[in-house]
């Protein structure tokens, strides 16, 4: 497992934007994929993005796809999650994931929860109307 810490959420207009990042630590390499989900109060936690561990595939929720882009910096064990053109039902609690101590097909990302072994504290988006 990997230690995570999410960032930059905060309160933005509809249709504005927003970027959240992830900072990894606990091991020397960041090369393991990794996911944003989110929960919104009486709501389940959903997945939101994905990444495989170089970069090169990326998967998106239908609710999200066109409007949120998923990226990583390996070199500063760093992962981002750029939020345009926000909607009022993006408001959630954003909690970025890692698939750090399981073994992961190269160039795959993975969608459900019980796929990582790794989970940030979160960090709130709140869109107003």
């Known amino acids: 497992q990997v230690q995570l810490v999410e960032s930059g959420g905060g309160l933005v207009q509809a249709g504005g934007s927003l970027r959240v990042s992830c900072a990894g630590s606990?091991?020397?390499?960041?090369?393991?994929?990794t996911g944003w989900f989110r929960q919104a109060p009486g709501k389940e936690r959903e997945f939101v993005a994905a990444?495989?561990?170089?970069?090169?595939?990326?998967g998106y929720a239908d609710s999200v796809k066109g409007r949120f882009t998923i990226s990583r910096d390996n070199v500063k064990k760093m992962h981002y999650l750029q939020m345009n053109s926000l909607k009022p039902e993006d408001t959630a609690v954003y909690y970025c994931?890692?698939?750090?101590?399981?073994?992961?097909?190269?160039?795959?990302?993975?969608?459900?929860?019980?796929?990582?072994?790794?989970w940030g504290q979160g960090t709130q988006v709140t869109v107003s109307s």
């Open positions: 990444i495989s561990q170089s970069g090169a595939r990326t």
């Open positions: 994931a890692a698939r750090a101590g399981t073994y992961s097909i190269l160039n795959a990302y993975y969608t459900k929860n019980y796929e990582y072994d790794s």
């Open positions: 606990g091991r020397t390499s960041s090369n393991y994929p």
